[in-house]
């Protein structure tokens, strides 16, 4: 099936630096999607790309959709201490309904 | 307004019962999923219903889960005869149009199997 590898697996930051995680596929997307998870709820949707080549921006975070469509990262800048948590990435693939998961890049940001 | 709610929030079961979990999605939204995370791992589809019509359940990992959804609104995943590896936290999403608008997550039932 489908695999997303999510790298990394967790980062330990200080307060005020920038941070970037990315995503591989061994299948093209043509969506792929940021998600954010504190604990105890559900993940909140961060960024949407919808095409191949595509950098979208949302506060501090920026993220780009890969050309070959098989990757994507999101670049979170002067990070605070509210952006602890975990984040995934997540494709879709052409014509389906499943949305896959990445298994999370899990944040810690030290004030 | 209300968002995507579920409950229970947690479950402990003894191996072998059954347990029924509900959502309730936002109102109005037209699509539905269902989704399995274990722990230390991002959430996994098990099954996707646009109102009352279950058009993919690939994702549901053996004949003891059944998920239903009768008049297109309220959603319950069932899991017969329950196992350790059933152990989870299980979440639903509601979007308002089709499977590839933005989902809702609610904040998830913790299953726990004794």
């Known amino acids: 099936g489908q695999q997303l590898n999510q790298s990394p697996q967790s980062m330990f930051i200080q307060e005020g630096e920038d941070v970037s995680m990315n995503c591989t596929s061994s299948s093209i997307f043509n969506t792929w999607l940021w998600y954010k998870q504190d604990p105890g709820e559900g993940p909140v949707l961060l960024i949407a790309?919808?095409?191949?080549?595509e950098l979208t921006s949302n506060g501090r975070l920026t993220a780009q959709f890969g050309i070959t469509r098989k990757d994507s990262f999101l670049n979170i800048s002067a990070s605070i201490p509210s952006d602890v948590g975990i984040y995934f990435c997540a494709g879709q693939e052409t014509g389906g309904f499943k949305t896959i998961f990445g298994a999370g890049t899990r944040l810690f940001v030290k004030a | 307004g209300a968002g995507v709610s579920q409950s229970p929030r947690y479950k402990v079961a003894k191996r072998g019962q059954d347990v029924a979990l509900r959502c309730d999605p936002i109102?109005?939204?037209?699509?539905l999923f269902w989704y399995q995370q274990a722990l230390g791992q991002g959430p996994e589809f098990l099954t996707y219903?646009?109102?009352?019509?279950?058009?993919?359940k690939s994702g549901l990992p053996s004949d003891r889960f059944f998920a239903e959804r009768p008049e297109g609104s309220v959603s319950t995943l069932k899991i017969q005869r329950t196992q350790q590896e059933d152990s989870a936290v299980y979440l639903c999403?509601?979007?308002?149009?089709?499977?590839?608008?933005?989902?809702?997550f609610g904040p998830g039932t913790r299953l726990t199997v004794l």
């Open positions: 219903f646009q109102n009352e019509a279950q058009l993919d």
């Open positions: 790309l919808y095409k191949a080549g």
């Open positions: 109102s109005g939204h037209v699509s």
């Open positions: 999403a509601s979007s308002l149009g089709g499977a590839r608008n933005e989902q809702f």
